[in-house]
């Protein structure tokens, strides 16, 4: 089956490779492939499009379909908030394009006869990226690195908690029983671990089946919370295996009878749930952060890009915690950040070199949750640490020791406090655009809300009888 799986869809035994459109031809005409599912990504980081028949596909929506706008405008419920200048009911909510970017074509093996292909979001008047589309922001950031001569390498972290129960369970239940699959700690527990390989082992083959270059799964520091580890990539390519892994684990679990939720607190006994980035540049294929006769291997280029990375921390904090819960996981003590700090393997720091006195050289953000949306982490990075080499910033001498102990500037608390600094970003705005500024600021706004109307099981409980 595995050779018969490898001709069929491109895959050697070296890896991973992706499904040319050729290839999706014969595929449809020999009946192996009826179903291309065409995504966006929306500004939560999900996939949303459509299932289309293969042979409408590669007949015509190969190079362009249509969606409504209002699918970058909306809150996690798909409600149509007030408030963004690029949709409301005033303009009449009208279409985007989307533009299939046949370079994603890929399988999808856990579901018969199913293609993928990420979509590019075009203003349907102009054909211009829409500024505030997630993959658009990314490359903009990449076209800027291109044009100073730079390459951006980057990978990501998925943390989730693997329940024993369904979504659908859960959900008929209010979110209220809550039980991990697996009893206690099972950070690199190969026992634990072993009792959730019946929902780990289809997602590490169907991904890796998927052209998604996974290297592992592992435990980590909680009952029934698994890490999958993807091989570093082109920044683009790892935000588009970050989001299609993440879909995958969701669906995966659901097929096999669990939930996996990639909430980044669930509950205030247990740790949370990150999502880590790491980050280097290269400069002609070769790594331009590393120089082998600085004592911990870092370029002035890498020590000017983290420096920006500091010193712009509090205006991208909103990219990696864009919820109310994303600010619960910063609690000391859980190798969450509070501070922003850099150090050398260190993890209380916000920002950890790893790699030191190597080629391999490079600085993982470790502030962001399981809940980020990575072409919007990614690109908030990219735009620090390249104002960061533009101004020519100084880095401080690394931390050493117990950062939750320091006094250094703090991590925004909370969304109201990430919101304003995000507002108040002249770097970002330069950057990202005014525009998409205004419009991911409007999306915490709307997250504050509802949130504030809303009352919760901790003030009944709390003050139901006592007040």
Known sequence: MAKRFAKRFGRNNKGPLMLSFDTLKDQVADGSVDTVLACLVDMQGRLMGKRFHAGHFIASAWEETHCCNYLLATDL???????????????????????????????VPWLEGTVMVLCDVLDHHTHEPVPHSPRAMLKKQLARLDAMGFDAMMATELEFFLF?????????????????????????NIFQTTKEEHVMRPIRNHLWNAGIPIENSKGEAEAG??????????????????????????EISWQQGHAASFLPKWHHDKVGSSSHVHQSLWKEGKPAFYDANDPLGMSELMKHYMAGLLKYAPDMTYFFAPYINSYKRFVKGTFAPTRIIWSVDNRTAGYRLCGEGTKAVRV?????????????????????????????????????GDAYGEDTGLIPGNLRDAREALLGSSMLRKAL???????????????????????????????????
């Open 77 to 107: 419920e798909m409600a149509t908030p007030e408030g963004f200048a690029s949709t409301s009911w005033e303009q009449g909510y009208g279409d985007y394009v989307m533009k299939p970017d046949l370079t994603t074509l890929r399988p």
């Open 164 to 188: 024993e129960k369904s979504f659908e369970e859960l959900r008929k239940d209010g979110y209220r029983d809550l039980q991990p699959y697996s009893g206690y700690n099972e950070d690199y």
């Open 225 to 250: 919370q698994e890490e999958l580890n993807i091989k570093y990539a082109a920044a683009l390519d790892t935000a588009d295996y970050h989001t299609i892994a993440k879909h995958a684990v969701k």
């Open 364 to 400: 993982e953000c470790r502030v962001g949750g399981s809940d980020i949306n990575p072409y919007l982490a990614m690109a908030a990075l990219l735009a620090a640490g390249i104002a960061g080499i533009e101004e020519k910033l100084s880095l401080p001498a690394p931390f050493k």
């Open 433 to 467: 655009g005014e525009e998409v500024v205004t419009h991911y600021a409007r999306a915490a706004e709307v997250e504050l809300e509802d949130f504030d109307r809303i009352v919760t099981d901790y003030e009944l409980k709390r003050g139901f009888e006592r007040v």
